[in-house]
């Protein structure tokens, strides 16, 4: 009540300097309720322009993915007399054929703008289901499941019409447990490869032959793995998160290269490879390391003995601006990924101890301990990869 009286004078403020101010009053309303209903645009688009029209009415321009912030708005501006009128594109665009689709390679990479010299901002993995918000030229600007946002080639995309998301939940899948892997047209190590696989990928099961399962990717191509390289989706988004199974997953990608942007096996960035080790035991975290910062946050960060397995480790100039993130292994020890994944100790005593990083450890988080917990989702919980309806 008193942010609404607050801003009710305010607005009469702006009503009466109109003249003076202009525009620019009413955008700065605008960008504040932004700021303060969706302040991380690394997960929502909103792209709004405020015009003064000759008759001094307003006209609202751009495209969204969260119109509750228009909404509010509006009735504000109404409230003070002021007519709006809203030609904001509401996304997913409404000319698209197809708003979900599911990734079809191994791994596709995510960029912050629709071409390739872009920085990329992320990466996503085969199987992933995925929300497609609008399309430019040969380029989708997607959303993932923890949320992110990120443009992608359409060729690593395949488009799904209405009623295939939900016969893809209802399907047998079954997810990559290798490293790496290899689809073939045949059961036989010498047959042609159709496709690689990576760790976390999501492929649906056609029928076992021996050592070998048939299987059929997103874009409905099908070949062959073997059968020891693959688990069943059901057993795997059921299991219970566990802090030694996460911190085994991180160590299987010791040496593998530091990429930015990534997110799977073929090269992580530190906040890449802490998704990718709480993602192979069913849980969806957030995308960014001072995302994930954000989540269960300890308060003490001072007394390293009292780390647990599974913690976060953030580092940065201040807890508000993180900028690395590792995963504690326990013992002193943690994993990061830092030029490649590698160890290193919070023991000042220890010979691998980085005194410039460690003194720079402003935050931990302990998920485990706080689920459930906002900005982290179990995958089976998660509506794109089941149909939680059938639960209810």
């Keep these: 009540m008193q942010r609404n009286r607050t801003w009710q004078l305010l607005l009469l403020l702006i009503i009466a300097s109109a003249t003076a101010w202009g525009q ?19 997960i929502a688009v909103f792209q709004v322009s405020v015009l003064t029209k000759p008759d001094g009415s307003l006209l609202l321009r751009g495209e969204t993915d969260t119109p509750e912030v228009l909404a509010l708005f509006v009735e504000e501006m109404q409230r003070a007399g002021i007519a ?59 959303q993932t499941p923890d949320r992110y946002l990120g443009w992608v080639d359409n060729d690593g995309v395949f488009l799904l019409k209405a009623g295939q998301l939900a016969q893809w939940q209802k399907a047998d899948r079954r997810m990559v447990t290798e490293t790496l892997t290899l689809v073939r047209q ?8 159709i496709s690689d696989l990576v760790l976390g990928n999501l492929v649906v099961a056609v029928a076992r032959k021996g050592r070998w399962t048939e299987i059929e990717l997103p874009d409905q191509r099908k070949g062959y793995v073997e059968t020891r390289t693959i688990s069943r ?37 530190c906040s890449g490879m802490v998704k990718i080790a709480f993602f192979m035991n069913g849980l969806i975290i957030p995308r960014d390391a001072s995302q994930q910062a954000q989540v269960a946050p300890l308060p003490d960060t001072t007394g390293w003995r009292s780390f647990q397995p599974g913690d976060l480790l953030f580092f940065g100039p201040s807890p508000d601006r993180i900028i690395h993130v590792g995963l504690y292994a326990g013992n002193g020890r943690y994993v990061h990924a830092s030029g490649k994944v590698k160890w290193n100790s919070t023991d000042p005593s220890a010979p691998d101890y980085l005194h410039e990083q460690n003194k720079n450890l402003v935050k931990v988080s302990r998920y485990l301990a706080n689920l459930p917990s906002a900005g982290v989702v179990p995958v089976k919980n998660h509506p794109w990869y089941f149909d939680l309806s059938q639960n209810q």
């Design 233 to 269: 989706f059901s057993t795997f988004s059921n299991q219970q998160p566990d802090a030694g199974k996460i911190v085994e997953t991180a160590a299987s990608m010791t040496g593998f290269p530091y990429l930015w942007g990534g997110t799977s096996v073929k090269g992580v960035d």
């Design 24 to 42: 620019p009053a009413y955008q700065q309303r605008l960008d504040s309720l932004q700021k303060e209903l969706i302040p991380d645009l690394r």
């Design 186 to 193: 045949s059961p036989s190590r010498q047959a042609a490869v």
């Design 84 to 142: 709006v009128a809203d030609s904001v594109v509401r996304l997913p665009d409404p000319a698209l054929a197809a708003p979900w689709g599911l990734v079809c390679l191994s791994v596709i990479n995510m960029r912050a703008e629709p071409r390739y010299s872009a920085e990329m901002v992320s990466q996503a993995l085969m199987g992933t289901p995925v929300q497609i918000l609008k399309k430019r030229g040969g380029w989708l600007l997607i």
